[in-house]
């Protein structure tokens, strides 16, 4: 399903299929103005959702909040020109970091995905940030965000509407991907979703795909627990980050989506990047670019079922 849902009251996610350059969006429609969570990856999608929110209300979108730095959630902040744009401290560090390196990323992301359309989108820099937590007040309304740390990204923010009992979870929980510790902290990205079952929440609003429940975001950590236990013992055994690879590869879970969590915990138990003849291990945007085929795949047979 693409487009906007109402979760509650003023409360909408807009949803594009879960794959890896298409993320979710939350729009808090209040009293005298409308909260933004994360912007998208190119410029239509991004005309789109505002054209959307047009239709619910003429109010400014006043807050534009971005749960992590990765473009696809932060490529579109320059439309949202009326907005105060927010993320933790460390987003924002990594957002410049990401700006001023925007030539080499153009290069690198038409390369790897050369049937994602990026145009007219970019890194532009937060106006605003914060660490631990900030909470912003609508009306009678509290929309809360919470600095997890390292894990999915440099530093995960979840958006917590307490009284709606709804999260917005960013990338931290993935509906239709699979857990995806980029930052090489396996164990962290684990605790930032125990943080998530920890918050009074019903509707878990997912990084990409549709919203799930506390069982779908408990089922994903234990996904992850597993794939973690499993590298382990191979690590253990003093296996290489390759034949752990091959090992792993009979496993339920498709070898696109064993790669990101084998790379990160042999990154996490050795304490640096593993020593690998894999070709696609070498870069984080290679690994992506294998999800993304994995998920169209997985998508695309859904569609047909
Ligand atoms: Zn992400």
Redesign the pocket.
């Known amino acids: 399903m693409v487009g906007l849902s109402e979760l509650a009251e003023g409360v909408h996610v807009y949803l594009q299929p879960p794959l890896i350059c298409y993320s979710t969006a939350g729009v808090i429609v209040g009293e005298r103005d409308v909260i933004v969570i994360d912007s998208l990856a190119n410029a239509v999608m991004t005309e789109h959702l505002l054209a959307e929110i047009r239709r619910l209300t003429d109010k400014p979108v006043r807050f534009l909040i971005n749960t992590?730095s990765?473009f696809?959630?932060v490529y579109t902040n320059h439309l949202f020109p009326e907005a105060t744009v927010i993320a933790s401290h460390r987003g924002r560090e990594e957002t410049k970091a990401n700006r001023r390196a925007q030539t080499k990323h153009d290069t690198l992301f038409a390369e790897l995905f050369p049937d994602v359309d990026l145009t007219g989108g970019r890194y532009t820099g937060q106006d605003a940030s914060f660490s631990g937590s900030l909470s912003l007040h609508q009306g009678s309304r509290e929309v809360r965000l919470i600095e997890l740390g390292v894990g999915?990204?440099e530093s995960d923010v979840a958006v917590h509407l307490p009284d709606e009992g709804i999260v917005f979870c960013?990338?931290i929980f993935l509906n239709g991907l699979p857990p995806?510790p980029?930052e090489g902290h396996v164990t962290q990205t684990i605790a930032n979703i125990r943080s998530l079952e920890t918050l009074d929440a019903e509707i878990y609003v997912a990084?990409h795909g549709d919203p799930g429940t506390l069982d779908d975001v408990r089922a994903q950590r234990i996904q992850l627990e597993r794939q973690f236990q499993r590298a382990r013992r191979c690590f253990e055994q003093g296996m290489s980050y390759d034949t752990a690879l091959q090992a792993l590869a009979g496993d339920d879970v498709p070898v696109a989506f064993q790669r990101p969590v084998v790379l990160a915990s042999y990154c996490e138990l050795a304490g640096r990047r593993p020593e690998t003849a894999d070709p696609v291990s070498r870069s984080h945007m290679t690994v992506l670019q294998g999800i993304a085929a994995e998920a169209r795949l997985l998508l695309a047979r859904d569609h047909v079922g």
């Open positions: 992590h990765h696809d959630h999915h990204s960013g990338d995806l980029l990084g």
